[in-house]
């Protein structure tokens, strides 16, 4: 039985990017919150308590900021897919899950949000 099974979130990072397909949209920046859940085998890490054996949620955020920041989105599905990537892609994570919310983007709504996942084997 593996007790290390580590669950990393990362809540509400608060971003602008270009995203959507309105003129408005595409001529201005609007905020973006993402959260963000990476599972991993932590028993290494937890054993010897050193960084090089523990996935570094800094490094992967740094790169999520540079893709939202850097980039422009016609799409939802497209941001969330880029960023769940970014949060799949070191090997030893088992399971991920991006979410990124749009504030305001419908009248008399808060926000609009998609999710997508992935399970690697």
């Known amino acids: 039985m593996n007790l290390n099974l580590a669950t990393i979130r990362i809540?509400?990072?608060r971003l602008r990017t270009y995203i959507g397909i309105n003129e408005d949209?595409?001529?201005n920046q609007q905020d973006?919150?993402?959260n963000i859940i990476?599972?991993?085998d932590a028993q290494k890490a937890t054993d010897t308590d050193q960084m090089q054996d523990a996935l570094n949620y800094k490094t992967i955020t740094k790169a999520i900021i540079r893709l939202v920041e850097d980039n422009r989105f016609s799409l939802l599905e497209k941001l969330t897919a880029d960023v769940l990537a970014?949060?799949?892609?070191?090997?030893w994570v088992t399971f991920a899950e991006a979410e990124v919310d749009k504030p305001h983007a419908l009248r008399f709504?808060?926000?609009v949000s998609l999710a997508l996942s992935c399970t690697k084997g």
Not at 86 to 91: D, G, L, V
Request: hydrophobic residues 45%; charged residues 30%.
């Open 32 to 34: 973006v919150v993402i």
């Open 11 to 13: 809540k509400n990072l």
């Open 25 to 27: 949209e595409i001529k």
């Open 86 to 91: 970014i949060a799949a892609e070191h090997p």
């Open 38 to 40: 990476i599972e991993y």
């Open 109 to 111: 709504s808060d926000s």
